[in-house]
């Protein structure tokens, strides 16, 4: 089964601070790869899918690169509504799984 | 509008079984392949497993730490997804969600959630 570790584990950054999320897979998972947004008593999000593309709503101050086992997710200007845990996830092949997650404090 | 509402979750005794519902509406429920993601107290999103569509095959998929306990099956005339656990554990405490899957950009993503049900595995 695939594993997928992200870092750091935590990050406290400041409003208009450039952000990097860092994700790694345990094998090739091509551009399979996606990532969620979660904020304590919602519902997990959908960001960005396909390594780089940005779901439809999404600011443009997300931004995401990658291939093959490691990717990157970039906020670019943090805002205040921006914090909650971060979860990178691989579709590739079943089981999918998720990563451990990043959670950004402001 | 998409819903998915999850129900059936409580709390149970180490080593019993629960049974829980996913009811779907607001798309073509037959057609779209659908997941179950757990969330641990003070822990992160766990893939659990996932059901394709029947024209898909109807197949499964579990995750490693569930696999042989839990068995996600579906009754498209309900619009319904179900998830039967058994040989619960601890570990097996979570808020569960029913996710209904997209194809986005080639990539399967996990693009509607419900508002998730709580297990609670205690004696």
């Known amino acids: 089964d695939i594993q997928m570790t992200q870092s750091p584990t935590s990050l406290s950054a400041s409003v208009g601070d450039r952000v990097t999320i860092t994700c790694r897979a345990s094998?090739?998972?091509?551009?399979?790869l996606n990532w969620y947004q979660h904020k304590p008593g919602k519902v997990p999000k959908l960001l960005i899918y396909?390594?780089?593309s940005l779901k439809s709503g999404v600011p443009s101050r997300f931004s995401a690169s990658g291939s093959g086992t490691d990717f990157a997710l970039t906020i670019s200007s943090l805002q205040l509504e921006d914090f909650g845990t971060y979860y990178c996830?691989?579709?590739?092949?079943?089981?999918?799984?998720f990563g451990p997650g990043t959670k950004v404090d402001i | 509008e998409v819903q998915l509402v999850e129900s059936g979750g409580g709390l149970v005794k180490p080593g019993g079984s629960l049974r829980l519902s996913c009811a779907a509406s607001g798309f073509t429920f037959s057609s779209t392949w659908m997941s179950w993601v757990r969330q641990a107290p003070g822990k992160g999103l766990e893939w659990v497993g996932r059901i394709k569509s029947k024209t898909s095959g109807g197949t499964t998929d579990y995750a490693a730490p569930v696999k042989g306990r839990f068995t996600i099956s579906r009754d498209d005339s309900k619009d319904t997804v179900y998830l039967e656990m058994n040989s619960l554990s601890s570990e097996d405490t979570a808020v569960y969600y029913c996710?209904?899957?997209?194809?986005?950009?080639?990539?399967?993503?996990?693009?509607?959630w419900g508002q998730g049900t709580l297990v609670t595995v205690s004696s």
């Open positions: 396909a390594t780089s």
């Open positions: 996830h691989q579709s590739y092949t079943a089981p999918f799984a």
């Open positions: 996710t209904a899957d997209q194809t986005l950009g080639g990539v399967i993503v996990h693009g509607y």
């Open positions: 094998q090739s998972i091509s551009s399979y």
